[in-house]
Each structure stands twice: as structure tokens, then as C-alpha cells.
């Protein structure tokens, strides 16, 4: 196994076992580590495996929480995704393009769940109104999931450059005595 799909491996199964760790602990409503670890599987593996992590860590603890209206599971798994892909924009870890990364992740999540609700359940109505109220209802929801999603992409980032600069400079010291002897 090559070295570069061994680190993607254990990155991946790593991610997704946050993951679903930070799903079936207790927690604040949408506080959860699921837009931190999309964002960073988007940013350092390539783009099948960014994709698979939220998927199989969302598909895993589903299991265990129980499924729920598929409209509404489907759009919360496709949000999720499509957050892998905003994790592939970063590029460079730097606080601004963070920021931007998680509240816009944040901010697709809430835009497109709540409106999935509005649109295939029955509790609004179907009008501009009932959208409205649909949305003005999930705001508690919104901001404890853009606290949440801010701290844990800054923990998630920061513990990932520390790591990979800490392991990288290991493999070179172990290169270096290599060369030595």
C-alpha cells in the first residue's frame, strides 16, 4: 500500500469516526463536527474520498439515531457533500478563507434542509409565508450550527497543520538518520 493511500485511509477513517463520535454524543442542537470534517476531507484528500467521509459518517450514525423523511435525509446528505467540495476551495489554511469556508457551509446547510422541510413536509404551508416561517424557525437551530461549525473547522484546521507539519517533520529526521547510517 502506497504511502500516499495509506495517510488517506487513516484520514478518512479518522474523520468519519469524529464524526459519527460528535453525532451520537450529547450535544447542542446542530452542533456537531459534521461541516469541520466535510470541509477538511474536501481540503486534504481527493475529491471520492472527500465526498465518501460525510457521507459514510452521516449513513453510520443514521444507523444508530434512525433514519428520517427522505427529502429531507437526502438533502441533509447532499449538503454535506456539496460541503466536501467547499472544503476543496480552501487551498491554503488561513483564518479568512476558514471563516468563509464554515459560514458559508453553515449557511448552504440551513438554506437548503429548512427549505427541504418546508417543501416536502406539511408543517408550513405552502407559500412565501410558510417558507418564511420555516426559516425564521430554524434560526436558533442556525446559529448554534455556525458556532459550532466556526469552532470545530478552527480545532479540526489547526489540529491538522500541527499533525501533518509534526509527522512531516518526523519523516524527515527519520530520513535523515537513514541517510546516516
Known amino acids: 500500500m502506497s504511502q500516499s493511500l495509506k495517510r488517506n485511509l487513516i484520514l478518512a477513517l479518522v474523520l468519519i ?25 474536501g481540503y486534504a484528500l481527493p475529491r471520492k474520498w472527500a465526498v465518501a467521509v460525510p457521507l459514510i459518517s452521516m449513513l453510520v450514525a443514521d444507523f444508530s439515531l434512525g433514519f428520517y423523511h427522505v427529502p429531507v435525509m437526502l438533502t441533509v446528505y447532499a449538503s454535506f457533500a456539496a460541503v466536501a467540495f467547499i472544503g476543496s476551495w480552501v487551498k491554503q489554511v488561513r483564518p479568512e478563507r476558514l471563516l468563509v469556508a464554515s ?75 537513514k541517510q546516516i547510517n
Do not use: C, Q
Open 17 to 41: 469516526g469524529l464524526a459519527v463520535l460528535g453525532r451520537l454524543l450529547p450535544h447542542a442542537w446542530n452542533a456537531t463536527p459534521m461541516v469541520a470534517v466535510s470541509l477538511l476531507a
Open 103 to 177: 459560514l458559508a457551509s453553515s449557511t448552504l446547510f440551513f438554506l437548503a434542509t429548512n427549505f427541504a422541510v418546508w417543501a416536502s413536509g406539511t408543517w408550513y404551508p405552502k407559500t412565501w409565508a410558510g417558507l418564511a416561517l420555516a426559516y425564521e424557525l430554524g434560526l436558533p437551530f442556525f446559529r448554534n450550527m455556525a458556532l459550532g461549525d466556526l469552532i470545530f473547522t478552527g480545532v479540526l484546521f489547526a489540529t491538522h497543520v500541527i499533525l501533518f507539519k509534526y509527522v512531516g517533520h518526523l519523516n524527515n529526521i527519520r530520513n535523515l538518520v
